[in-house]
Each structure stands twice: as structure tokens, then as C-alpha cells.
């Protein structure tokens, strides 16, 4: 469910109508609802009222600062993956004891950076990283909480660039060696083993693969335990899919996949986490584009928009889909013509649909690109030199710029052209 509705014919997000910010801001334009991020983490907290729990949002989803205000001011913790995310998370008024550090690459100064300003734990990739935060915990006087994230070598049935639990995959230490890992964990100094984390990947649509990840993680923790070690918190991860094409039977609800979470590992009486991001933000957000021009081809007509693939890169990088809809909402029974979905980026990439079905559309009508909440704004760039999408969060029948679009001139002004030329 989201906010995105049409109320007398025009698109809106909760009481403002699109084209009020398209106005405003202009477009490209993200817009997020309010409304419907309170409501997609409200139904993760149901989902594990039945234990001790924290939902750690997923920064790298989408990491604007309001957005994570807004989370934090509802309690959540975040799960980071790099020091600026880490910034972002604190910047947000997030507390340290609230953000869970991961990540295959973490350097030693983004170790000292979260044991300086406080941290939930380090997910732990590797036995080299693992060696680095003990020398620098140790060095630092300091005591480093760790999970190991555990590859369980789970196929997650999803695309091959977003799976992370399968054994080819750079993403944690093989299952078949945690015991052995832990062990070397439990001696080192400055290291506190406080549980284990897995993590099998990104846009899931079936709860097999958790349910199967989630049992090898049960058995580790029996196993543990009787090596002596004190596991006291599973990171289950996050990963929950959202349903792109309206069209399509939706995947699981989060209170289902609390369920296979409580099947799993409920007896065991851990603290429970987990690291949602595009099923809260996903659907609360859409992208806001103009039509540039209609233009025939020879057999297609395009559709050109003013976003681009560097502002919506998804359907370029995985031949992701996102309902493209019209902002004025069309006649019943009015007829569709085939577009091919295009923006201006000099790229035969930067095509977003093929044969989509739309009404009539004309140069500066609005289209909405749906569920575009997440891996939207934190993937674009600056390609062609086009200036980055703003961004707008809505509240009720309240909007604001929750981040500017830049200017040229301050675009350029951030290149140097050395005195020597």
C-alpha cells in the first residue's frame, strides 16, 4: 500500500497534488510520503512484536536525511555500509548504539570512525577485516561488538546482481567454516562475539530461500553455544521484496516473513534484527518526469522524457521495471497508444520501457514513475552533466525540498583546471 492516489482526475501524494511540485521544484523530481513510510515500518514492528527486536534501516536504499530522521524519530537503528553512511546515520541523530556497521570492505579508519562515535556492531566479512578491528580496538584501548555474517550458500531467487548468499558471492564467510572463525573471534583482543549475521539478498518475492537460510542459522547458533560462545543477537538481514508491476501477485507481507523468522529461530531467545530498506521506502516514493517531445520512429513511437538514466539507473543496471503512469488520470475507456520510454542521455541504455501502454500524451505532460523510493536518488549522477534529481518529502498536505537540485555553476565551480595551463 502507498499514498500515491488520483483525486479529481490528478495524481497526488497524500493531499498534494504531483503537478503542484512540479511546479515548485520542477522536474525530474523524487517525491516521498511520509504517510507510507510510517506505515511500511509500522507493519515490521508488528511483524516481531513477538520478541526483542531492531529494525536497522538500510541507508544505502535511501539515504537522505530527512528520510532518516524520520525513521529514527519512530526508533529505528540503521544498517550502514560505509563511513559517509555512517555520517548520515549520526548526522540524523541517530545514536551509535543504534547503527549496525556492514560490508565487505570496511577500512580502519571507518572502524575508528564508528568505534569513536559508538556502535551497535560490526557485521564482519572476512578474517582479514576481522584482524584489522581487533588490532585497532586494541590499540585504541576500545571494544569492538561483532557479528560474523555467515554465507549459508542459499539461493535467493533473485537477480544475479543483487543475490548475496550463494557460495560464489563475495559476501561473508562460508558457512562450512564459521565454527573455526569464531574460535579464532572469541581470542583475539578488543573483539566481543555478540551473535552472527546473514544477509542472502535483495528483492526476494519467495520466503524459501529464508526459511532455508534461517534453519542453517538456527543449527550455527545450537552449535555456538556449545563451543562455548555466548550468542545473544541474530542479524537476519533484510532483502523483502515490493511488487514493481501492479499487475502482478504481491510478495510476501512483512508480518509472513516474520512468521518464518519466529518458526526458525524463535526458540532460541535471541534479540532479533533486521535490515529492511526498499520494502519501508520503495513504494513511498515516485520519480516526477515531463515530457520533452513524442517523436515517430519507423514502427514505434518515443516517448521522451526530461529523466534520464542517470536519475533512474534500475531498468539500465538490471532491466528493472517501474509502472509508468500519467499524472492526469486518463477517461475511462480511453485509448492507449504503445511508447517506447526514452530520456535524453546520449546511451541506447537509457530506455526505461518498450511498448508501454499510455493515453495520448503531448510535450509537457507528467508521468510518475512508481516505486521509485529506493536505489532512485542514492544511484544517480551526474552524467552528461545533468544536474542530480531534487528530492521532496510530503507530510499531510504539506510539502518541502528535502534536497536542492544543484545549479551549473555549482557543478562546475567543484572542478579545478591546474594554474600550469
Not at 570492505?105 to 582479514?128: H, Y
Not at 526458525?264 to 518526469?289: H, M, Q, S, W, Y
Not at 519507423?298 to 536519475?311: C, H, P, S, W, Y
Not at 545549479?407 to 579545478?416: A, F, N, P, V, Y
Request: charged share 20%; hydrophobic share 45%.
Amino acid at each position: 500500500m502507498d499514498h500515491f492516489n488520483y483525486q479529481q482526475g490528478h495524481l497526488h501524494a497524500e493531499e498534494v497534488a504531483l503537478s503542484r511540485i512540479a511546479a515548485a521544484a520542477g522536474t525530474p523530481v523524487y517525491i516521498y510520503s511520509a504517510a507510507t513510510l510510517r506505515r511500511h515500518f509500522g507493519l515490521f514492528q508488528q511483524a516481531l512484536d513477538w520478541t526483542d527486536h531492531m529494525i536497522c534501516y538500510a541507508v544505502k536504499a535511501n539515504s537522505n536525511l530527512a528520510i532518516l530522521r524520520l525513521m529514527a524519530d519512530m526508533g529505528a537503528g540503521m544498517d550502514v555500509v560505509s563511513g559517509g553512511e555512517y555520517a548520515r546515520a549520526k548526522a540524523a541523530g541517530v545514536p551509535g548504539e543504534r547503527i549496525v556497521f556492514s560490508g565487505v570492505g570496511k577500512t580502519v579508519a571507518e572502524m575508528r570512525q564508528a568505534l569513536e562515535g559508538g556502535i551497535r556492531q560490526f557485521n564482519v566479512e572476512s578474517e582479514p577485516e576481522l584482524r584489522a578491528l581487533s588490532q585497532l580496538a586494541d590499540s585504541m584501548g576500545a571494544e569492538a561488538p561483532i557479528a560474523i555474517r555467515v554465507n549459508p550458500d542459499v539461493d535467493a531467487k533473485t537477480h544475479e546482481k543483487i543475490a548475496t548468499g550463494k557460495s560464489e558471492n563475495k559476501f561473508g564467510i562460508p558457512i562450512a567454516r564459521a565454527r573455526e572463525v569464531y574460535a579464532e573471534a572469541a581470542k583475539l583482543p578488543g573483539i566481543r562475539v555478540t551473535g552472527i549475521d546473514m544477509h542472502i539478498g535483495s528483492q526476494l518475492t519467495d520466503l524459501d530461500p529464508y526459511a532455508q537460510a534461517y534453519a542453517k542459522m538456527a543449527d550455527l547458533t545450537r552449535a555456538l553455544r556449545a563451543d562455548g560462545h555466548e550468542i545473544t543477537r541474530l542479524d537476519m538481514g533484510g532483502g523483502l521484496g515490493i511488487p514493481y508491476r501492479r499487475d502482478n501477485s504481491a510478495p510476501p507481507l512483512p508480518i509472513e516473513y516474520g512468521q518464518v523468522i519466529r518458526d526458525a529461530v524463535g526458540d532460541l531467545g535471541c534479540e532479533i534484527e533486521i535490515e529492511p530498506g526498499r520494502n519501508i521506502v520503495g513504494n513511498a516514493g515516485v520519480l516526477l518526469a515531463s515530457v520533452i517531445y513524442v517523436k515517430q520512429g519507423e514502427g514505434r513511437d518515443f516517448l521522451i522524457l526530461d529523466a534520464a538514466m542517470n536519475d533512474l539507473l534500475r531498468p539500465a543496471m538490471y532491466g528493472a521495471h517501474h509502472d509508468i503512469v500519467p499524472v492526469n488520470e486518463p477517461a475511462v475507456g480511453v485509448d492507449v497508444l504503445p511508447y517506447d520510454v526514452v530520456g535524453p542521455v546520449c546511451e541506447t541504455g537509457d530506455t526505461f520501457q518498450k511498448g508501454t501502454q499510455l493515453p495520448a500524451m503531448l510535450a509537457g505532460d507528467l508521468v510518475a514513475f512508481r516505486s521509485a523510493g529506493a536505489y532512485g536518488a542514492v544511484m544517480a549522477s551526474e552524467y552528461n552533466t545533468r544536474p542530480l534529481v531534487p528530492e521532496v518529502l510530503v507530510d499531510g498536505d504539506q510539502f518541502a525540498v528535502i534536497r536542492a537540485r544543484p545549479s551549473i555553476e555549482e557543478i562546475l565551480s567543484r572542478d579545478t583546471i591546474p594554474e600550469w595551463f
